[in-house]
């Protein structure tokens, strides 16, 4: 499937909020990580007891939650932090030489990969969270694919295909190449998205890089891409 999105600037750029999650691990559920061999593996629980899994290359740098919380924010107070990323359980895997950019964080030479899980808000969940809310996790609340289908030349829509797992689980792993709208080097993402409506959490996996390096690192990606799972409860 192809076509086109719409590219709003800064759309993919992280909020206050959203890179302090990245770094704080929710309060509720336990996160596991095993080194050895040519992969780290990582594996989370949710209080629900869906489980979700991935690994990554043992020699990229994961971000713990300190290093990330001190990026996100240097001069904020730990509790305002702590507080906004309650709920959520983040890993942050960076390719060697493992630098992240200030703005879209996929916006590299080098693969980033981000897997996120969160607990709706009741708020979110009044307001009806759906499969279009989740494809525009990393957007900024815009959903790409709809946008593509709309015909904008920003972004192009590489592929798209609906992903379920157990547990009632649904959703959408698709990928798309971000034009940059200063005139860079475009984007390539692929994200992996599915919610769990009956107990009120989304989880997500976005990895990519500029076009060129997620072309050169396709293989890597695909692996990363293809362990990440979740079992629903």
């Given amino acids: 499937m192809a076509g086109r999105s719409r590219w709003r600037q800064g759309a993919t750029r992280l909020s206050r ?7 704080l691990f929710g309060a509720t559920g336990v996160g596991l990580a095993a080194c050895g061999g040519p992969y780290a593996y990582f594996g989370y629980t949710t209080s629900t007891g869906a489980h979700t899994y991935f690994k990554v290359p043992s020699n990229w740098k994961v971000l713990d939650t300190m290093q990330f919380l001190r990026l996100a924010e240097p001069n904020a107070p730990f509790s305002t932090l702590y507080n906004d990323a309650q709920g959520q359980w983040v890993t942050v895997a960076v390719q060697p030489p ?13 693969v980033v990969a981000i ?5 709706l808000t009741p708020q979110q969940e009044l307001s009806g969270y759906t499969a279009a809310s989740l494809r525009g996790f990393f957007f900024g609340g815009t959903d790409p694919v709809a946008d593509a289908e709309q015909g904008d030349p920003a972004v192009q829509l590489v592929n798209e295909q609906s992903i379920s797992a157990k547990g009632g689980l649904s959703g959408d792993q698709f990928t798309v190449i971000l034009a940059n709208p200063n005139g860079g080097s475009s984007v390539e993402m692929e994200q992996k998205g599915l919610l769990d409506q009956a107990n009120g959490y989304i989880y997500v996996l976005g990895i990519g890089c500029s076009e060129s390096c997620f072309n050169a690192n396709s293989r890597v990606i695909r692996t990363v891409v293809d362990s990440w799972h979740v079992e629903g409860s």
């Avoid at 493992?98 to 080098?110: A, D, M, Q, R, V």
């Fill in 17 to 23: 909020r959203t890179l302090a999650a990245l770094v």
């Fill in 98 to 110: 493992g630098k992240l950019s200030s703005g879209n964080p996929f916006s590299t030479n080098h």
């Fill in 115 to 119: 897997v996120w899980i969160r607990q």
